[in-house]
């Protein structure tokens, strides 16, 4: 029911509209300046019909760094990943930094472009798509809940950058991994002068061709010793390398979650590991925490990351390798494996655990590719030695 009220010679109306959904305080709109109070109620009463019908809709006064953080409170709620969660927050900022005290239905398309190209110019393309998701998710929640009358990402593409030549050099180099004599090499250094449980990570990171927090989430109960598998169910969350605040999350995708078969060699590495680890575990019975992680530390809890990448610099330093080998490089390095083997793309996939086939078909391109180039320096050297 509208209210009415007289204001000097001009009428006012006051139409409640419901519930604002995030500040939970009671809405109403009013406009004045209505010569009579007929009037009034003839232009309340439209209001009324728009809102009984649904099509009322209304510009919230709620700042876009307010609706921002709510938003990203339900989001949070909605089931996805924490790691997702961090990753949107951020992608978040940048448009909190701009618009925190703007309300949110005063920002336009034109805004909204502009600032988008801005930050183009300064981030590569895989970040800006992540930024322009989640700036339609924000806006796109807003206008379902009416805060905003236009969308202004709807119909805003991003152009795609155009690379040159030095930058799609530098993204070719971002395949980097091991070649076969490089891997013996280095997996026989990791044997001989390797910390504790070195040979055992980079062999399984190496034979098996797992994700870093993939490997770090194993457990004994993943592993079958008389089939010769290993489960992948799991991943490790922990981004502060705090040995303490760990999560194990589902995989990175749904066909990440598999079964793979693994070497006789890795499943007799792994044997010996769990006996020595049963040993560590009487050792530091006090302070050992058994969780049944396979590659633990003396105090049972999941080896953290940083360890891993800090030894593995060190082995690579002492085996003169200069390439920039990372823990998912191994992940590459058994992909050029599998192919060298003569293993399809479709059984390439199914063992990496990619969901999208492309994935598979980009990595497996440049494989190949770096075997062409190193299969035709290798006839030219034998036709040399021919001529010679």
């Known amino acids: 029911m509208a209210k009415f009220k007289q204001r000097g010679k001009t009428w006012t109306y006051y139409v409640y509209v419901g519930i604002n959904p995030l500040t939970k305080k009671r809405i109403e709109v009013s406009k004045g300046g209505f010569k009579t109070k007929r009037d009034a109620q003839a232009a309340a009463r439209l209001v009324e019909l728009e809102k009984e019908n649904g099509t009322l809709i209304l510009e919230s006064k709620i700042t876009f760094g307010q609706f921002a953080h709510d938003w990203l409170k339900t989001y949070s709620r909605s089931g996805v990943k924490k790691s997702t969660v961090r990753a949107r927050e951020k992608e978040m900022k940048h448009f909190i930094k701009v618009w925190w005290l703007y309300q949110i239905g005063l920002i336009t398309k034109k805004m909204y472009q502009e600032r988008m190209l801005d930050l183009s110019e300064k981030y590569s393309q895989n970040y800006m798509d992540g930024i322009a998701a989640t700036g339609r998710m924000i806006f796109g929640h807003a206008f379902e809940l009416g805060i905003i009358k236009v969308n202004p990402t709807e119909g805003f593409r991003l152009p795609k950058k155009q690379l040159t030549v030095e930058e799609l050099e530098n993204q070719e180099e971002d395949i980097t991994f091991l070649e076969k004599e490089e891997l013996s090499q280095f997996l026989k250094l990791s044997a001989t002068e390797g910390l504790e449980m070195d040979l055992e990570v980079f062999t399984t990171l190496s034979y098996s061709g797992v994700r870093i927090g993939e490997l770090l989430a194993f457990k004994w109960a993943d592993f079958d010793e008389k089939k010769g598998t290993l489960r992948i169910t799991k991943t490790l969350y922990n981004p502060n390398n705090n040995i303490e605040q760990y999560e194990l999350l589902t995989p990175k995708t749904k066909g990440s979650v598999r079964t793979i078969r693994i070497d006789d060699f890795l499943v007799k590495l792994l044997r010996k590991h769990k006996i020595r680890q049963k040993e560590i575990q009487l050792k530091n019975k006090p302070i050992y925490q058994d969780e049944g992680f396979i590659f633990a530390r003396d105090d049972g809890r999941p080896q953290l990351r940083k360890v891993i990448e800090t030894r593995l ?29 003569g293993v399809g793309i479709k059984e390439i996939q199914q063992r990496l655990g990619h969901t999208d086939i492309n994935t598979t078909m980009n990595i497996y391109a440049h494989m190949t590719a770096n075997m062409e180039e190193k299969a035709s320096q290798q006839f030219s050297k034998l036709m040399k030695d021919l001529l010679l």
């Open 313 to 341: 610099k060190r082995l690579l330093k002492k085996a003169g390798i200069t390439k920039n080998i990372t823990p998912h490089s191994f992940r590459h390095t058994h992909t050029s494996l599998l192919i060298e083997a």
